[in-house]
């Protein structure tokens, strides 16, 4: 099943289903795309104004960007799908099956390889949604805290899928590699959803 063409009805029976994919993964890519999606919005609720005449040149550049974030976030749903399947096999191979090691560590890698790529387009998102905020139209401006909002969700959700694998890894030298790129990003782009939400939420009261 292409998950791309399912109905947003048949792909959260999915998720709420015991079927191994659609999982955390392409949940998160899905919400990342929703999120990024938001931002883009804003940019299309931007351009054409006379007020942000002077930006315009820089919210088409941003919006040109969005879109091709969305399209690679909705690719990763099936990229994580196609990833997961073979490791939900993998559990089943006996303990005394003297393959099962390493085909454990080929799935394992391959598993953890669509939430990394998620997880680094949440980041490129996070910087597009920072100056959505900042240029946007004020109008839209709940919006883009929305889209920010989103994508952090994304973010945390590629982050621990990311990890359920690395902490299965024999290759440790591989697994903490991968751990450091994932906490040191993740700190830095939390605080950043933070910033841009906050900024926005405290103009309403």
Known sequence: MELL???TTEFTELLASPAPVPGGGGASALVG?????LGDMVGELTVGKKKYADVEEEIRALMAKAQDLRRRFLRCIEKDAQAFEPLSRAYGIPKDDPTRDEVMERCLHEAASAPLEIFDLCCEAMELQKEFAEKGSKIVISDA????????GALYGAAVNVK???KLMKDR???????AHIDERLDRYRE???EIYGQVYRRFF
């Open 33 to 37: 795309a929703v999120g990024i999606a």
């Open 173 to 179: 030298a591989h697994a903490e590699a991968i751990n």
């Open 164 to 166: 359920v694998n690395t």
């Open 192 to 194: 950043m959803a933070e």
């Open 5 to 7: 063409n399912v109905s």
């Open 145 to 152: 805290a929305t889209g920010a909002a989103l994508c952090c």
